[in-house]
Structure formats: structure tokens, C-alpha cells
């Protein structure tokens, strides 16, 4: 992600993460520490911030923590670079990790290494929220170079992923498989289907979300 050259920047919390934190992981449900993978530039932390959670994040960009950490002071010492997929180093436990296509930019070994240093900081009983995973049926998974079977890379330019970088695309199975290498299990998944019914030959765009959880035994 280019923040640097000032793209990138989301700045308001995303709908879908939302509920499906006040449904599966409401802090008054014993939720209440929370780590963020790949937090950008930090539109999810006023929401968590409103709920009272004691909120950590990691980002890979050095540039995007040191802006987050002019914007929350209180949080400075919880903001963390990091490469998710080799390194987490928090010595805290957490009730909740949430997600939004962070870990999909990698290939299929490097997210099971991330879920399971995930796993590993989670507690038994902890949940994990993933937003906006990219699915099979996404037009995007037939488009540019394989780097493994759900992996690709160099999008075309009038592709809308076009400059993302590599992106990861499951499908049920897939998401299964990932979970139960790092020892977690579905807990619930919905599968969001985009398709742009007019003009004809429209987009079709394809998303998954769920919840996670790290059993209790």
C-alpha cells in the first residue's frame, strides 16, 4: 500500500466488521482486548475505541504506525510494524483479532504461518473476524499470474485489482482448510456476491466473511 504517496487512506470503520463485531465478539461478552492485522491507516480504532476495547494493532508499513501513533498517543505503545505472517510480537492474549483482506495478500503457506501466530495470541474461547476475503467466484481469480493454486499476481491495468499486488482467492473448503491448520474453527461464513446487472457484461465481484473461533479444550 502506497500511504506515503497519500493513497490508501480509509478513514471510517467498515460496516460489515461491525456487526459482526456486536454479533460474535460484543466487548460485553468478554471481548475486550483486541488485535488488529493490517490496520491501515486506522479506520477501524475510533470504533473500538468507542466500546471501551483494550486495542493493539500491526501493520507492515513503518510510515502508516508512525501517522497512527501522532493520531492516538494512548495507543503508541500498542501500535506495532510488523510482517504478521513471520512476527506478532505482542506478549498480550486476546479476546478478538479481526481482519479485513489483510492477510489475503499472501500466498497460501504465509497465511497459515499468520493464522497460526495468530492462534497462538488468541485465548481459548477467542474469536477471529475476517472481512472481505476474496472468493473463487470473484472475476478477479482467473486474471493475471499463478503463484500457487489460490494466489495471484500482475492484475491487468483495466482490472479493478489492478496495482493491489497479490491477492489470495478461497473458497469454503479453502477457508476450512486455512482455519484448521492453525487449529481454529468456523464458527459462522456468508459469501457476498456483487454482480452489475446493467450495462450488460457487468462486473462480478465475490467476498467472504466469518467468525472463527480457538476452542476452549
Known amino acids: 500500500m502506497n500511504y506515503r504517496a497519500g493513497r490508501h487512506?480509509?478513514?471510517?470503520?467498515?460496516?460489515?466488521?461491525?456487526s459482526l463485531t456486536y454479533q460474535y465478539a460484543a466487548p460485553r461478552d468478554g471481548y475486550t482486548r483486541v488485535l488488529e492485522l493490517g490496520c491501515g491507516a486506522g479506520a477501524n480504532i475510533p470504533f473500538f475505541q468507542s466500546l471501551g476495547t483494550e486495542y493493539a494493532a500491526v501493520d507492515g508499513s513503518p510510515a502508516i504506525i508512525e501517522m497512527l501513533k501522532g493520531r492516538f498517543p494512548e495507543l503508541s505503545e500498542r501500535l506495532v510494524v510488523a510482517d504478521f505472517t513471520v512476527n506478532l510480537p505482542f506478549e498480550s492474549v486476546f479476546d478478538l483479532v479481526v481482519d479485513r483482506s489483510s492477510l489475503i495478500s499472501n500466498?497460501?503457506?504465509?497465511?497459515?504461518?499468520?493464522?497460526?501466530?495468530v492462534a497462538e495470541l488468541?485465548?481459548?474461547?477467542?474469536?477471529?473476524?475476517?472481512?472481505d476475503w476474496f472468493s473463487t467466484q470473484h472475476e478477479g481469480a482467473s486474471l493475471g499470474a499463478a503463484v500457487d493454486a489460490n494466489t495471484r499476481v500482475n492484475f491487468p491495468v483495466d482490472s479493478d485489482l489492478a496495482g493491489i499486488g497479490t491477492i489470495h482467492f478461497c473458497d469454503r473448503p479453502h477457508i476450512e482448510m486455512l482455519l484448521a491448520a492453525a487449529g481454529l474453527k468456523l464458527?459462522?461464513?456468508?459469501?457476498k456476491i456483487s454482480r452489475t446487472e446493467f450495462p450488460e457484461g457487468g462486473q462480478v465481484r465475490a467476498w467472504w466473511n466469518f467468525v472463527a473461533e480457538k476452542p476452549a479444550n
Open 107 to 117: 500466498t497460501t503457506d504465509a497465511m497459515i504461518r499468520g493464522l497460526t501466530l
Open 9 to 18: 487512506y480509509s478513514t471510517w470503520p467498515w460496516s460489515d466488521l461491525i
Open 122 to 131: 488468541m485465548r481459548p474461547g477467542a474469536r477471529f473476524i475476517a472481512v
Open 187 to 191: 464458527v459462522m461464513l456468508s459469501h
